[in-house]
């Protein structure tokens, strides 16, 4: 019975000596990053300290035990892991890890109700007269975008992202006779924006796997642009317009996301989201004299069939596939 429980515990101690060796420091630090925002202050000063045995010229891990020992009422021992961290970052000996650097791409809805009605009811008058023709409105769009943070407290990661948002053009096009004389009208509907913000995200490791939630919110400024194509066809004569809109508006994103480590430094993963981005006008980028149609000044306001402003919203559903890298 006694050697059963001896074999026991070493067999533990193997077990435990085995996961120590499998795990990478940049696990450990995750680790810690997970229990300390739990408040297991005690639980995260092993982590990192396994962190930094593992990889001793990183200075992020010692200025995660300088926290902890903070948080643990220890001020001595928190200076001198603090120092310690200062004094390898400027031997510059190993890599920081304080930057998080990401790229993604996707789909993502978007609002365009005004512009949608907008579409529809040109169409509708246009067959109602007996014209015939097909319609397609604006629903979806692609995104790209790119991001950078920097590590301000464990886990956290404070930056810019910048994005683009195209919207696929969206199309009227219709033709019948009027007098005896064949007529035709397409119409050519896009739009996009291109939103600048400052936010935060947060990134919460799966303890004992390579997989790393994160929650992120991002705020800032959209400049957006509306283009309006046209080329109608009569009486023996044949006209083409481009119109061009812009303005902007304030615009947050607010995330979630799931990743994958592939290596220490490299992740890729999927993000669900949503934004918010209702540009409430748009006015022409020149002077126009659209054939058939009243003139049209600069910074005149685009305005629906009712003569009421329409609102331009980029708002929606997001999902893309990201890659992140951190050195």
Known sequence: MKNSKITLIIISILLFSSMILAASASDYYNYGNAVFHKGDYKK???????????????????????ACYEKLGNKSMSAKCGNYADSISNEKNGPSEKIKISAFGGFTTVGMSKVNNFIDTSYSRATSLGATGQKQDLGSAFIIGAQGGYNAYPGLYIGPRLELIGVP??????????????????SDYSGSIFPVMVGASYYYPVQGQKIILSG?????????????????S??????????????????????VNGSYKLTDAVAAGLTLGYRIANVPQVTANQDYSPAGFAAVKKGDTLKDANNDIMQVDFSGLIISLNGAYSF
């Open 234 to 255: 009569g009486f023996g004569t044949t006209n083409s317009e481009t119109l061009g809109y812009s303005g902007g508006a304030f615009v947050a994103d607010i995330g």
């Open 169 to 186: 053009t969206a199309k009227t096009a219709f033709s019948g006779s009027e007098f005896g004389f064949p007529y035709a009208d397409e």
């Open 44 to 66: 995260a000063l092993t982590y990192y300290s396994y962190a930094a045995k593992l990889n001793p010229k990183n200075p992020d891990y010692y200025r995660a035990m300088a």
């Open 216 to 232: 992120d919110l991002y705020l800032g400024y959209g400049a957006a642009g509306i283009t309006i194509s046209g080329t109608n």
